[in-house]
Protein backbone atom coordinates (compact mmCIF):
# COMPACT_ATOMS: atom_id res chain seq x y z
CA UNK A 1 0.00 0.00 0.00
CA UNK A 2 1.10 3.45 -0.73
CA UNK A 3 0.09 6.17 1.34
CA UNK A 4 -0.77 9.53 -0.34
CA UNK A 5 -2.11 13.18 1.50
CA UNK A 6 -4.48 15.06 0.16
CA UNK A 7 -4.99 18.60 1.45
CA UNK A 8 -8.18 20.69 1.06
CA UNK A 9 -8.69 24.08 0.34
CA UNK A 10 -9.20 24.77 3.59
CA UNK A 11 -6.30 23.18 4.87
CA UNK A 12 -7.17 20.14 6.18
CA UNK A 13 -4.88 16.78 5.65
CA UNK A 14 -5.99 13.60 4.82
CA UNK A 15 -4.39 10.47 4.66
CA UNK A 16 -5.23 7.53 2.60
CA UNK A 17 -3.67 4.01 1.96
CA UNK A 18 -3.73 3.77 -2.04
CA UNK A 19 -3.54 0.34 -3.80
CA UNK A 20 -0.40 0.64 -6.18
CA UNK A 21 -1.89 0.00 -9.76
CA UNK A 22 -5.00 2.35 -9.42
CA UNK A 23 -4.92 6.14 -9.68
CA UNK A 24 -4.95 8.78 -7.30
CA UNK A 25 -8.36 10.31 -8.13
CA UNK A 26 -9.59 6.40 -7.03
CA UNK A 27 -7.85 6.31 -3.87
CA UNK A 28 -9.35 9.30 -3.29
CA UNK A 29 -13.08 8.45 -4.33
CA UNK A 30 -12.63 4.88 -2.42
CA UNK A 31 -11.62 7.48 0.35
CA UNK A 32 -14.49 9.77 -0.05
CA UNK A 33 -11.79 12.63 0.10
CA UNK A 34 -13.98 15.84 -0.83
CA UNK A 35 -12.97 18.38 -3.57
CA UNK A 36 -12.00 15.42 -6.04
CA UNK A 37 -15.59 14.84 -8.13
CA UNK A 38 -14.47 12.80 -11.13
CA UNK A 39 -17.13 13.36 -13.45
CA UNK A 40 -16.45 11.22 -16.16
CA UNK A 41 -14.84 8.61 -14.29
CA UNK A 42 -11.44 8.21 -14.93
CA UNK A 43 -11.69 8.84 -18.78
CA UNK A 44 -9.64 12.05 -18.96
CA UNK A 45 -12.29 13.65 -19.82
CA UNK A 46 -13.88 16.03 -17.26
CA UNK A 47 -11.06 18.17 -15.71
CA UNK A 48 -13.39 17.31 -12.35
CA UNK A 49 -10.17 15.57 -10.42
CA UNK A 50 -7.96 18.48 -10.67
CA UNK A 51 -5.16 18.48 -7.91
CA UNK A 52 -1.92 20.69 -7.25
CA UNK A 53 0.42 18.81 -6.68
CA UNK A 54 3.15 19.42 -3.91
CA UNK A 55 6.16 21.21 -5.05
CA UNK A 56 8.68 18.56 -3.55
CA UNK A 57 6.74 15.95 -6.24
CA UNK A 58 6.66 17.32 -9.25
CA UNK A 59 9.20 16.25 -11.03
CA UNK A 60 9.33 12.69 -9.78
CA UNK A 61 5.82 12.64 -10.80
CA UNK A 62 6.92 13.31 -14.66
CA UNK A 63 5.02 15.59 -17.04
CA UNK A 64 1.31 15.72 -17.50
CA UNK A 65 0.95 14.06 -21.39
CA UNK A 66 -0.62 15.79 -24.18
CA UNK A 67 -3.98 14.41 -23.74
CA UNK A 68 -3.82 15.74 -20.14
CA UNK A 69 -2.81 18.81 -20.70
CA UNK A 70 -5.34 19.31 -22.89
CA UNK A 71 -7.74 18.44 -20.48
CA UNK A 72 -6.51 20.59 -17.63
CA UNK A 73 -7.39 23.47 -20.24
CA UNK A 74 -10.83 23.02 -18.63
CA UNK A 75 -9.75 23.25 -15.02
CA UNK A 76 -10.51 25.75 -12.82
CA UNK A 77 -7.53 28.05 -12.13
CA UNK A 78 -4.69 25.67 -13.16
CA UNK A 79 -1.07 26.56 -11.95
CA UNK A 80 2.27 24.51 -13.16
CA UNK A 81 1.66 22.06 -10.40
CA UNK A 82 -1.76 21.16 -12.13
CA UNK A 83 -2.21 17.55 -12.46
CA UNK A 84 -5.69 15.35 -13.55
CA UNK A 85 -5.31 13.24 -10.51
CA UNK A 86 -6.70 10.57 -13.11
CA UNK A 87 -3.37 9.90 -14.66
CA UNK A 88 -1.45 9.80 -11.81
CA UNK A 89 -0.43 6.21 -11.48
CA UNK A 90 -0.28 5.09 -7.80
CA UNK A 91 2.89 2.67 -7.39
CA UNK A 92 5.56 2.45 -4.62
CA UNK A 93 7.82 5.49 -5.60
CA UNK A 94 5.32 7.81 -4.84
CA UNK A 95 4.70 6.90 -1.51
CA UNK A 96 4.13 10.13 0.73
CA UNK A 97 2.65 11.97 -1.80
CA UNK A 98 1.37 15.17 -0.78
CA UNK A 99 -1.30 16.48 -3.63
CA UNK A 100 -3.84 19.82 -2.61
CA UNK A 101 -7.47 20.17 -3.80
CA UNK A 102 -8.35 23.20 -5.69
CA UNK A 103 -11.24 25.68 -4.18
CA UNK A 104 -13.81 23.93 -6.79
CA UNK A 105 -13.84 21.68 -9.26
CA UNK A 106 -15.19 23.99 -12.22
CA UNK B 1 -12.79 13.81 -34.23
CA UNK B 2 -16.07 14.68 -35.01
CA UNK B 3 -17.05 17.68 -36.17
CA UNK B 4 -20.92 18.41 -35.71
CA UNK B 5 -21.86 21.40 -37.81
CA UNK B 6 -26.08 20.91 -37.35
CA UNK B 7 -28.81 22.30 -35.37
CA UNK B 8 -28.67 25.89 -36.21
CA UNK B 9 -24.75 26.57 -34.98
CA UNK B 10 -22.68 27.29 -37.18
CA UNK B 11 -19.33 27.42 -35.43
CA UNK B 12 -19.62 24.58 -33.15
CA UNK B 13 -17.13 21.58 -33.39
CA UNK B 14 -17.17 18.88 -30.71
CA UNK B 15 -13.82 16.82 -29.88
CA UNK B 16 -14.02 12.73 -29.73
CA UNK B 17 -13.67 11.60 -26.30
CA UNK B 18 -13.46 15.48 -24.76
CA UNK B 19 -15.86 17.35 -22.57
CA UNK B 20 -15.65 19.57 -25.42
CA UNK B 21 -16.20 22.92 -26.49
CA UNK B 22 -16.77 25.26 -25.25
CA UNK B 23 -20.07 26.13 -23.97
CA UNK B 24 -20.94 26.96 -27.85
CA UNK B 25 -24.67 25.92 -27.17
CA UNK B 26 -26.03 29.37 -27.42
CA UNK B 27 -24.16 30.43 -30.71
CA UNK B 28 -27.26 29.94 -32.47
CA UNK B 29 -27.41 33.06 -35.09
CA UNK B 30 -31.70 32.22 -35.37
CA UNK B 31 -32.38 32.33 -32.17
CA UNK B 32 -34.79 35.46 -32.31
CA UNK B 33 -36.64 34.26 -35.23
CA UNK B 34 -37.12 31.17 -33.94
CA UNK B 35 -38.90 32.06 -30.70
CA UNK B 36 -41.18 34.15 -32.33
CA UNK B 37 -42.50 30.71 -34.24
CA UNK B 38 -42.11 28.68 -31.69
CA UNK B 39 -44.37 30.87 -28.96
CA UNK B 40 -47.05 28.49 -29.76
CA UNK B 41 -47.78 25.99 -27.54
CA UNK B 42 -46.69 22.05 -28.35
CA UNK B 43 -49.00 19.93 -27.12
CA UNK B 44 -47.63 16.31 -26.43
CA UNK B 45 -48.50 13.03 -24.24
CA UNK B 46 -44.63 13.42 -22.83
CA UNK B 47 -41.68 15.62 -22.51
CA UNK B 48 -38.83 14.15 -21.36
CA UNK B 49 -35.51 16.24 -20.02
CA UNK B 50 -32.82 14.78 -21.60
CA UNK B 51 -31.98 12.74 -24.97
CA UNK B 52 -29.45 10.46 -23.26
CA UNK B 53 -29.15 6.87 -23.23
CA UNK B 54 -32.32 6.58 -20.66
CA UNK B 55 -34.05 9.72 -22.26
CA UNK B 56 -33.91 7.78 -25.54
CA UNK B 57 -35.02 4.31 -24.40
CA UNK B 58 -37.83 6.17 -22.49
CA UNK B 59 -38.97 6.76 -26.10
CA UNK B 60 -39.22 3.13 -27.08
CA UNK B 61 -41.13 1.52 -23.60
CA UNK B 62 -43.68 4.80 -24.39
CA UNK B 63 -43.73 4.59 -27.89
CA UNK B 64 -44.86 0.44 -27.41
CA UNK B 65 -47.88 1.63 -25.02
CA UNK B 66 -48.78 4.87 -28.34
CA UNK B 67 -47.63 7.71 -25.91
CA UNK B 68 -45.42 10.60 -27.82
CA UNK B 69 -42.75 12.11 -26.93
CA UNK B 70 -41.20 15.40 -27.17
CA UNK B 71 -37.01 15.26 -25.89
CA UNK B 72 -35.59 18.63 -24.60
CA UNK B 73 -31.66 18.61 -24.52
CA UNK B 74 -29.27 21.42 -23.47
CA UNK B 75 -26.66 19.87 -26.18
CA UNK B 76 -26.91 20.27 -29.89
CA UNK B 77 -27.32 16.39 -30.35
CA UNK B 78 -28.63 12.97 -28.88
CA UNK B 79 -26.58 11.06 -26.58
CA UNK B 80 -26.12 12.56 -23.71
CA UNK B 81 -22.40 11.97 -21.43
CA UNK B 82 -22.30 9.04 -23.46
CA UNK B 83 -21.94 11.23 -26.76
CA UNK B 84 -20.34 14.37 -25.14
CA UNK B 85 -18.03 12.97 -22.55
CA UNK B 86 -16.80 9.53 -24.00
CA UNK B 87 -17.97 8.83 -27.64
CA UNK B 88 -15.06 6.48 -28.53
CA UNK B 89 -14.81 4.93 -25.04
CA UNK B 90 -15.68 1.46 -24.87
CA UNK B 91 -18.80 0.24 -22.50
CA UNK B 92 -18.62 -3.28 -21.36
CA UNK B 93 -22.19 -2.97 -19.61
CA UNK B 94 -24.93 -3.26 -21.65
CA UNK B 95 -26.63 -6.56 -21.47
CA UNK B 96 -25.95 -8.15 -24.88
CA UNK B 97 -23.41 -6.29 -25.90
CA UNK B 98 -19.79 -7.21 -25.13
CA UNK B 99 -17.94 -4.07 -25.82
CA UNK B 100 -19.68 -0.94 -27.50
CA UNK B 101 -18.44 2.53 -27.77
CA UNK B 102 -20.83 5.48 -26.24
CA UNK B 103 -21.48 6.68 -29.66
CA UNK B 104 -22.09 2.89 -30.90
CA UNK B 105 -24.54 2.81 -28.42
CA UNK B 106 -26.74 6.06 -28.76
CA UNK B 107 -26.39 5.40 -32.91
CA UNK B 108 -28.50 2.15 -32.24
CA UNK B 109 -30.28 3.77 -29.87
CA UNK B 110 -31.63 6.08 -32.33
CA UNK B 111 -32.08 3.33 -34.72
CA UNK B 112 -34.37 1.61 -32.07
CA UNK B 113 -36.75 4.47 -31.50
CA UNK B 114 -37.24 5.77 -35.13
CA UNK B 115 -40.33 3.72 -35.78
CA UNK B 116 -42.09 6.27 -32.68
CA UNK B 117 -40.95 9.46 -34.61
CA UNK B 118 -39.75 11.48 -31.65
CA UNK B 119 -38.96 15.07 -31.94
CA UNK B 120 -36.07 15.90 -30.49
CA UNK B 121 -35.67 19.45 -29.38
CA UNK B 122 -31.80 20.00 -28.78
CA UNK B 123 -29.67 23.22 -27.49
CA UNK B 124 -32.84 24.27 -24.61
CA UNK B 125 -32.65 24.06 -21.48
CA UNK B 126 -36.03 23.36 -19.46
CA UNK B 127 -36.41 26.35 -17.32
CA UNK B 128 -40.18 26.06 -15.71
CA UNK B 129 -42.82 24.05 -15.18
CA UNK B 130 -45.84 25.04 -13.70
CA UNK B 131 -48.71 22.23 -12.59
CA UNK B 132 -51.92 22.48 -14.46
CA UNK B 133 -53.16 19.24 -13.64
CA UNK B 134 -54.40 17.08 -10.30
CA UNK B 135 -52.32 14.59 -8.29
CA UNK B 136 -55.39 12.05 -10.44
CA UNK B 137 -55.13 13.78 -13.41
CA UNK B 138 -51.83 15.66 -14.23
CA UNK B 139 -51.11 17.80 -16.88
CA UNK B 140 -47.72 20.34 -16.92
CA UNK B 141 -46.32 23.58 -18.77
CA UNK B 142 -42.69 23.29 -19.33
CA UNK B 143 -40.57 26.04 -20.79
CA UNK B 144 -37.52 26.09 -21.94
CA UNK B 145 -34.60 29.28 -22.00
CA UNK B 146 -35.15 29.34 -25.97
CA UNK B 147 -38.96 30.00 -25.58
CA UNK B 148 -40.24 26.79 -26.34
CA UNK B 149 -43.32 25.39 -24.22
CA UNK B 150 -44.79 22.44 -24.16
CA UNK B 151 -47.81 21.14 -22.39
CA UNK B 152 -48.01 17.24 -21.65
CA UNK B 153 -49.49 14.93 -19.17
CA UNK B 154 -46.26 13.04 -17.76
CA UNK B 155 -43.15 14.81 -17.60
CA UNK B 156 -39.76 12.47 -17.38
CA UNK B 157 -36.63 14.02 -16.55
CA UNK B 158 -33.75 12.00 -17.45
CA UNK B 159 -31.54 14.57 -16.97
CA UNK B 160 -28.54 12.30 -15.87
CA UNK B 161 -25.51 14.99 -13.92
CA UNK B 162 -27.59 17.54 -14.72
CA UNK B 163 -27.36 19.99 -17.57
CA UNK B 164 -23.61 20.84 -19.07
CA UNK B 165 -23.33 24.56 -18.78
CA UNK B 166 -20.27 26.57 -19.61
CA UNK B 167 -17.49 26.81 -16.82
CA UNK B 168 -16.71 30.09 -15.15
CA UNK B 169 -13.11 31.04 -14.74
CA UNK B 170 -12.03 31.37 -11.67
CA UNK B 171 -12.86 35.21 -10.97
CA UNK B 172 -14.88 35.81 -7.58
CA UNK B 173 -16.59 39.14 -9.11
CA UNK B 174 -17.58 37.79 -13.22
CA UNK B 175 -21.11 37.03 -12.23
CA UNK B 176 -21.67 40.93 -12.21
CA UNK B 177 -20.48 41.29 -15.71
CA UNK B 178 -22.01 37.82 -17.38
CA UNK B 179 -24.73 38.59 -19.97
CA UNK B 180 -23.40 42.43 -20.00
CA UNK B 181 -19.84 42.32 -21.19
CA UNK B 182 -18.56 39.00 -20.51
CA UNK B 183 -20.47 36.18 -22.44
CA UNK B 184 -20.16 32.45 -22.75
CA UNK B 185 -21.33 32.37 -26.46
CA UNK B 186 -21.85 34.27 -29.36
CA UNK B 187 -25.53 35.11 -29.96
CA UNK B 188 -25.54 37.86 -31.92
CA UNK B 189 -22.36 39.21 -33.33
CA UNK B 190 -23.49 42.60 -33.60
CA UNK B 191 -22.84 42.87 -29.69
CA UNK B 192 -18.80 42.51 -30.61
CA UNK B 193 -19.27 45.19 -33.20
CA UNK B 194 -16.28 47.61 -32.79
CA UNK B 195 -15.56 46.20 -29.18
CA UNK B 196 -12.47 45.23 -27.79
CA UNK B 197 -12.54 41.52 -27.64
CA UNK B 198 -10.10 39.76 -25.48
CA UNK B 199 -11.01 35.92 -26.03
CA UNK B 200 -9.41 33.71 -23.44
CA UNK B 201 -9.35 29.51 -24.28
CA UNK B 202 -7.27 27.15 -26.95
CA UNK B 203 -10.13 24.83 -28.30
CA UNK B 204 -12.03 25.63 -31.79
CA UNK B 205 -14.82 27.62 -29.84
CA UNK B 206 -11.55 30.02 -28.93
CA UNK B 207 -9.86 30.00 -32.19
CA UNK B 208 -13.70 29.77 -34.27
CA UNK B 209 -14.82 32.55 -32.66
CA UNK B 210 -11.47 34.59 -32.74
CA UNK B 211 -11.45 34.78 -36.36
CA UNK B 212 -15.06 35.39 -36.91
CA UNK B 213 -15.34 38.12 -34.81
CA UNK B 214 -11.77 39.60 -35.99
CA UNK B 215 -13.44 41.55 -39.22
CA UNK B 216 -16.02 43.05 -37.26
CA UNK B 217 -14.77 43.99 -33.37
CA UNK B 218 -12.29 46.68 -32.98
CA UNK B 219 -9.15 44.56 -31.76
CA UNK B 220 -9.39 40.96 -30.42
CA UNK B 221 -6.86 39.84 -28.39
CA UNK B 222 -6.91 35.66 -27.85
CA UNK B 223 -5.35 34.70 -24.54
CA UNK B 224 -4.50 30.98 -23.14
CA UNK B 225 -2.82 29.57 -20.78
CA UNK B 226 0.07 27.84 -22.80
CA UNK B 227 1.28 28.08 -25.77
CA UNK B 228 -0.36 25.46 -27.45
CA UNK B 229 -3.44 25.12 -28.83
CA UNK B 230 -6.19 22.03 -29.07
CA UNK B 231 -8.06 23.66 -32.34
CA UNK B 232 -7.91 22.55 -35.33
CA UNK B 233 -4.34 23.36 -36.63
CA UNK B 234 -6.08 25.33 -40.16
CA UNK B 235 -7.88 27.88 -37.41
CA UNK B 236 -4.53 27.76 -35.22
CA UNK B 237 -2.30 29.00 -38.23
CA UNK B 238 -4.60 31.34 -39.16
CA UNK B 239 -4.73 32.85 -35.76
CA UNK B 240 -1.27 32.40 -35.86
CA UNK B 241 -1.14 34.84 -39.47
CA UNK B 242 -3.05 37.69 -38.05
CA UNK B 243 -0.80 37.37 -35.08
CA UNK B 244 2.59 37.52 -37.45
CA UNK B 245 0.69 40.89 -39.32
CA UNK B 246 -0.36 42.57 -36.32
CA UNK B 247 -3.97 42.54 -36.91
CA UNK B 248 -4.47 40.79 -33.39
CA UNK B 249 -2.96 40.11 -30.45
CA UNK B 250 -1.99 36.60 -28.80
CA UNK B 251 -0.65 36.94 -24.73
CA UNK B 252 0.05 33.59 -23.10
CA UNK B 253 -1.51 34.11 -19.42
CA UNK B 254 -4.65 33.52 -17.55
CA UNK B 255 -7.03 35.87 -15.92
CA UNK B 256 -6.74 37.53 -12.67
CA UNK B 257 -9.62 39.46 -12.16
CA UNK B 258 -11.93 41.80 -14.01
CA UNK B 259 -12.12 45.99 -13.77
CA UNK B 260 -15.21 47.81 -14.86
CA UNK B 261 -18.46 48.98 -13.41
CA UNK B 262 -22.08 48.21 -13.18
CA UNK B 263 -21.54 45.04 -14.78
CA UNK B 264 -19.48 47.34 -17.84
CA UNK B 265 -16.07 45.70 -18.33
CA UNK B 266 -13.03 48.10 -18.97
CA UNK B 267 -9.81 45.73 -18.54
CA UNK B 268 -9.36 42.39 -17.75
CA UNK B 269 -6.22 41.74 -15.26
CA UNK B 270 -3.77 38.42 -17.03
CA UNK B 271 -1.41 37.06 -15.14
CA UNK B 272 1.54 36.16 -17.43
CA UNK B 273 5.02 34.97 -17.35
CA UNK B 274 6.14 38.71 -17.35
CA UNK B 275 3.87 39.50 -14.06
CA UNK B 276 0.25 41.14 -13.52
CA UNK B 277 -1.33 43.78 -16.21
CA UNK B 278 -4.44 45.35 -17.11
CA UNK B 279 -5.45 44.56 -20.59
CA UNK B 280 -8.16 47.34 -21.84
CA UNK B 281 -11.40 45.53 -23.21
CA UNK B 282 -14.70 45.87 -23.02
CA UNK B 283 -15.91 42.44 -24.21
CA UNK B 284 -14.74 38.99 -22.25
CA UNK B 285 -15.48 35.60 -23.81
CA UNK B 286 -14.23 32.76 -21.61
CA UNK B 287 -14.35 29.02 -23.51
CA UNK B 288 -13.42 26.58 -20.63
CA UNK B 289 -15.76 24.03 -21.83
CA UNK B 290 -18.46 22.44 -19.97
CA UNK B 291 -19.51 21.55 -16.68
CA UNK B 292 -22.66 19.13 -15.49
CA UNK B 293 -25.43 21.15 -13.31
CA UNK B 294 -28.42 19.94 -11.84
CA UNK B 295 -30.05 23.45 -13.01
CA UNK B 296 -33.57 24.39 -12.50
CA UNK B 297 -34.76 21.48 -12.00
CA UNK B 298 -33.44 22.29 -8.46
CA UNK B 299 -36.30 25.01 -8.24
CA UNK B 300 -39.31 22.68 -9.26
CA UNK B 301 -40.91 21.61 -6.01
CA UNK B 302 -38.99 18.14 -6.16
CA UNK B 303 -37.60 15.96 -3.31
CA UNK B 304 -33.92 16.22 -3.57
CA UNK B 305 -31.67 14.61 -2.17
CA UNK B 306 -27.87 15.53 -2.33
CA UNK B 307 -29.04 16.78 -5.82
CA UNK B 308 -30.55 14.07 -6.96
CA UNK B 309 -34.07 13.03 -6.86
CA UNK B 310 -35.78 10.56 -4.52
CA UNK B 311 -38.21 8.16 -6.56
CA UNK B 312 -40.03 5.17 -5.66
CA UNK B 313 -39.16 1.73 -7.07
CA UNK B 314 -42.09 0.43 -8.14
CA UNK B 315 -42.78 3.35 -10.73
CA UNK B 316 -39.82 5.83 -10.43
CA UNK B 317 -41.87 8.82 -9.71
CA UNK B 318 -41.10 11.70 -7.74
CA UNK B 319 -43.12 13.47 -4.93
CA UNK B 320 -44.80 15.27 -7.78
CA UNK B 321 -47.34 12.77 -9.80
CA UNK B 322 -46.80 12.57 -13.25
CA UNK B 323 -43.49 13.57 -12.65
CA UNK B 324 -40.83 10.72 -13.09
CA UNK B 325 -37.30 10.74 -13.05
CA UNK B 326 -34.89 7.78 -14.94
CA UNK B 327 -31.19 7.53 -14.78
CA UNK B 328 -28.16 8.65 -13.17
CA UNK B 329 -30.29 11.71 -11.71
CA UNK B 330 -33.04 9.38 -9.37
CA UNK B 331 -31.79 7.99 -6.20
CA UNK B 332 -33.54 5.15 -4.52
CA UNK B 333 -32.51 2.48 -1.54
CA UNK B 334 -29.54 0.07 -3.75
CA UNK B 335 -29.60 3.00 -6.77
CA UNK B 336 -26.63 1.71 -9.33
CA UNK B 337 -25.68 4.49 -11.88
CA UNK B 338 -25.76 1.75 -14.21
CA UNK B 339 -27.22 2.37 -18.28
CA UNK B 340 -29.13 -0.78 -17.79
CA UNK B 341 -30.41 0.52 -14.48
CA UNK B 342 -31.47 3.31 -16.49
CA UNK B 343 -33.27 1.09 -18.92
CA UNK B 344 -35.18 -0.38 -16.29
CA UNK B 345 -36.65 2.52 -14.66
CA UNK B 346 -37.65 3.74 -18.54
CA UNK B 347 -40.05 1.01 -18.75
CA UNK B 348 -41.36 0.62 -15.53
CA UNK B 349 -42.46 4.63 -15.76
CA UNK B 350 -44.25 3.97 -18.93
CA UNK B 351 -46.24 1.63 -17.78
CA UNK B 352 -47.55 4.34 -15.14
CA UNK B 353 -47.88 7.27 -17.43
CA UNK B 354 -50.11 5.09 -19.34
CA UNK B 355 -52.04 4.82 -16.59
CA UNK B 356 -52.07 8.95 -16.17
CA UNK B 357 -52.17 9.16 -20.44
CA UNK B 358 -55.03 6.50 -21.08
CA UNK B 359 -56.97 6.47 -18.06
CA UNK B 360 -59.81 4.48 -19.49
CA UNK B 361 -57.85 1.75 -21.17
CA UNK B 362 -56.60 -1.50 -19.27
CA UNK B 363 -52.41 -2.15 -20.42
CA UNK B 364 -52.18 -5.67 -21.41
CA UNK B 365 -48.49 -6.93 -21.20
CA UNK B 366 -46.59 -7.66 -24.45
CA UNK B 367 -43.81 -9.05 -25.88
CA UNK B 368 -42.10 -7.71 -29.13
CA UNK B 369 -41.16 -11.43 -29.82
CA UNK B 370 -44.76 -12.88 -29.47
CA UNK B 371 -47.20 -10.00 -30.42
CA UNK B 372 -48.31 -8.37 -33.86
CA UNK B 373 -49.89 -5.14 -32.24
CA UNK B 374 -46.11 -4.50 -30.95
CA UNK B 375 -44.58 -5.42 -34.08
CA UNK B 376 -46.86 -3.28 -35.93
CA UNK B 377 -45.85 -0.50 -34.25
CA UNK B 378 -42.24 -0.97 -34.71
CA UNK B 379 -43.12 -1.62 -38.53
CA UNK B 380 -41.73 -4.78 -38.85
CA UNK B 381 -45.33 -7.12 -39.23
Known sequence: ?????FIDASGQSRTVDAEDGSTVMEAALKNSIPGIEAECGGACACATCHVYVDDAWVEKL????????DMLDFAFDVRPNSRLSCQIKVRAEIDGLTVSTPEKQG | MLNYEGGGSLLLRLQGGKFAEDGSRAARPCCAMERDIMSEIIKTDVVIVGAGPTGLFAVFELGLLDIKAHLIDILPKPGGQCAELYP???IYDIPGFPMVTGQGLVDNLLQQIEPFAPTFHYNEMVEGLDVLGTPEAPAFRVRTDGGKVFEAKVVIVAAGGGSFQPKRPP???????EHKSVFYAVRKMEDFRDRTVLIVGGGDSALDWTLNLHPIAKRV????????FRAAPHSVNAMRELVASKQMDLLIGQIAGLKGEDGQLSAVSVKTADGVSDIACDRLLPFFGLTMKLGPIADWGLNLHEQ???VDTEKFETNAPGIFAIGDI????GKLKLILSGFHEAALAAQKAHR????EKKLHFQYTTSSTNLQKKLGVA
Open chain 1, 62 to 69: GKAEQMEE
Open chain 1, 1 to 5: MTKIT
Open chain 2, 356 to 359: YIYP
Open chain 2, 308 to 310: LVP
Open chain 2, 171 to 177: VATIEAY
Open chain 2, 330 to 333: NTYP
Open chain 2, 221 to 228: ILMHRRDD
Open chain 2, 88 to 90: EKP
